[in-house]
C-alpha cells in the first residue's frame, strides 16, 4: 500500500495511514468502508463445461497459435485473440468467433499494414453489441470491427497518447460505445507536466477523434532515488541525459499494480496497493466511494527474494542474450548524426518492501467481483475471493481451483485458457452457477 515517499516499517499501520494520506481526512468520512471476513468460506469449481475449442491438428480455426485473450458479445458469441510474435513483430494475428454452442462463426483479421489489419497489436475488447476493438501499435491506432467481423475505422493516436496504447489491460464499456484503458508506465508521457496519478481511462471511440476521460485515480508510487540521475558519460545534444530519459530506473521492483474491472453499471473497481484494499468509484465520478478490505497482511520481501529475484532477472538476461546484468547497451544519434552505441552501467534497482496481496482482478456480467491474490514468491495464482460490488462476501476458491477466467460473458458464461505439456492452447467455455455470476 504505502502511498507515500516513506516506507514505514510497520505493515499493520499502512492501509489506515494510507487511506488518510491519499484521501484526506474529509475523503476517508466520505466513504463506506466494508471489511470482508479474514477467515476463507471454500467454493466449488465444478462448473458445467459447455464447449471447447482448440486442438493440435485440425480444422486452421482449431489449430491456436498465442491465445493472447478471449471476450464474449451480449449474444454469447466467444472471441478469441489469437496470434503469433517473432522479433517482437505479431504474425498471424487473427480474431476467431464461435457460437454459443461452440460452433466455428467466422474469423476476421491478418497480419500486415493496411487497414484492419494487424501490425503489433496488444488488446482486445468486445462490445455487446459485437464490435471488437484492438489497440495495435504499429498503426498508432485502435482498430474497430463490426459485429460482422468488417473493419469499421481506425482511431489514430497523437504522441502524447502512445501510453493508452501501450497499455496490455483494456475494457468494454457495458453501456457500449468506448473502452476502458490503462496507460503503460514504460512509455515516457508527452508534455512537461509529470503525471499525478496512475489513471484508468475510459475512451470514447465514436468518431475518428478519440477522447480520454479520467474514471479512477490511482495511487502512484515515488519514483526511484535513481529514476532521474544522469547517466555518467552519455551525453546527447550537449547535455547528459538523465536514467528516466533512457527508460531505466522508473520503477521499483515487486511495485503494486494497478489492477482494475468495470462494473455493468459503467464504476470502476480496482486495486493499486500492496494491501487488500478494492476501491470503487462513484457513478460518473473518479473519486472512491467505497472500499473492501480484508485483514490479510503483505508478504514481506526479504533479502533472500531480493536475490532470488535478480536471479531470476539474470536467468532471463541469459536466454535473450542480453548484456549482463546492471548493464544496458544503448543507441541514439551521435554529434554527427551518425547512430552511436555505447553501453551504460544501470542503478541497483530498488526493491518495494512487501508484495502486493491482490495478483489479479475481474468483474462478472452481472457484477461480482472475482479477486485473485497472490501466491507466495515466485509469482503464482492463489486463492480467488468472490465478492458482490458492494462487498458481500460469497466465498473463496482455493489455488489453482479454477483459476482466473480470461472472459466473463452473460448468463454465467466463463472462458479459460488452458495449456497442455506441449503449451497447446484450448479455450474452454463454461457455465457458472446463479450464486456466483
Not at 489506515?16 to 471476513?37: D, I, N, S, Y
Not at 466467444?78 to 522479433?87: A, K, M, P, T
Not at 491482490?358 to 507466495?376: E, F, K, N, S
Amino acid at each position: 500500500m504505502i502511498p507515500s515517499a516513506v516506507f514505514p516499517a510497520n505493515p499493520g499501520t499502512w492501509l489506515t495511514a494510507g487511506f488518510v494520506a491519499v484521501l484526506g481526512t474529509a475523503g476517508l468520512q466520505a466513504q463506506q468502508v466494508t471489511e470482508v471476513t479474514g477467515h476463507d468460506r471454500h467454493l466449488d469449481a465444478a462448473f458445467e463445461e459447455v464447449f471447447r475449442v482448440g486442438a493440435l491438428d485440425g480444422e486452421p480455426w482449431e489449430m491456436l497459435g498465442t491465445v493472447r485473450t478471449a471476450a464474449f458479445d451480449g449474444r454469447g458469441n466467444l472471441y478469441i485473440f489469437d496470434g503469433s510474435g517473432s522479433g517482437g513483430r505479431w504474425g498471424n494475428a487473427r480474431i476467431l468467433v464461435f457460437d454459443t454452442s461452440g460452433e466455428f462463426v467466422r474469423e476476421f483479421g491478418s497480419t500486415g499494414q493496411g487497414p484492419g489489419e494487424f501490425d503489433v497489436p496488444v488488446a482486445m475488447a468486445v462490445l455487446r453489441d459485437g464490435t471488437s476493438v484492438v489497440s495495435d501499435i504499429g498503426h498508432r491506432a485502435f482498430q474497430l470491427f463490426d459485429g460482422a467481423g468488417e473493419f469499421v475505422r481506425a482511431v489514430r493516436v497523437g504522441v502524447a497518447e502512445l501510453p493508452i496504447l501501450y497499455g496490455s489491460a483494456m475494457h468494454a464499456d457495458p453501456r457500449g460505445a468506448g473502452v476502458y484503458a490503462q496507460p503503460s508506465r514504460t512509455v515516457p508521457t508527452a508534455g512537461p507536466a509529470p503525471p499525478d496519478s496512475r489513471p484508468v481511462l475510459r475512451l470514447d471511440l465514436g468518431s475518428e477523434n478519440m477522447t480520454a476521460d479520467t474514471v479512477a485515480k490511482g495511487w502512484l508510487p515515488p519514483p526511484p532515488e535513481t529514476a532521474d540521475g544522469e547517466v555518467e558519460g552519455v551525453v546527447v545534444q550537449g547535455r547528459r541525459v538523465t536514467y528516466a530519459e533512457l527508460g531505466m530506473g522508473q520503477t521499483t521492483v515487486f511495485e503494486p499494480e494497478v489492477l482494475a474491472a468495470v462494473l455493468p453499471d459503467g464504476r470502476v473497481v480496482f486495486s493499486d496497493s500492496s494491501a487488500y484494499a478494492l476501491k470503487a468509484t462513484g457513478d460518473g465520478d473518479p473519486e472512491v466511494a467505497r472500499v473492501i478490505t480484508r485483514p490479510l497482511d503483505p508478504e514481506t520481501v526479504t533479502p533472500a527474494i531480493e536475490r532470488a529475484e535478480m536471479d531470476r532477472r539474470d536467468s532471463v538476461r541469459v536466454a535473450l542474450g542480453a548484456p549482463a546484468a546492471g548493464q544496458r547497451i544503448l543507441q541514439f544519434p551521435g554529434s554527427d548524426g551518425t547512430p552511436e552505441t555505447v553501453t551504460v552501467d544501470t542503478p541497483a534497482p530498488a526493491f518495494y518492501p512487501e508484495l502486493a496481496i491482490l495478483h489479479a482482478l475481474a468483474t462478472t456480467w452481472d457484477g461480482h467481483i472475482w479477486v485473485q491474490r497472490r501466491g507466495p514468491y515466485p509469482e503464482t495464482d492463489g486463492p480467488i475471493d468472490v465478492l458482490t460490488a458492494d462487498g458481500d462476501y460469497i466465498g473463496t476458491f482455493p489455488a489453482g481451483t479454477p483459476g482466473m477466467p480470461a472472459a466473463f460473458g452473460p448468463e454465467g458464461l466463463v472462458a479459460f485458457i488452458e495449456l497442455d505439456e506441449l503449451d497447446v492452447a484450448t479455450v474452454v467455455v463454461r457455465r457458472l452457477p446463479a450464486t456466483l455470476r
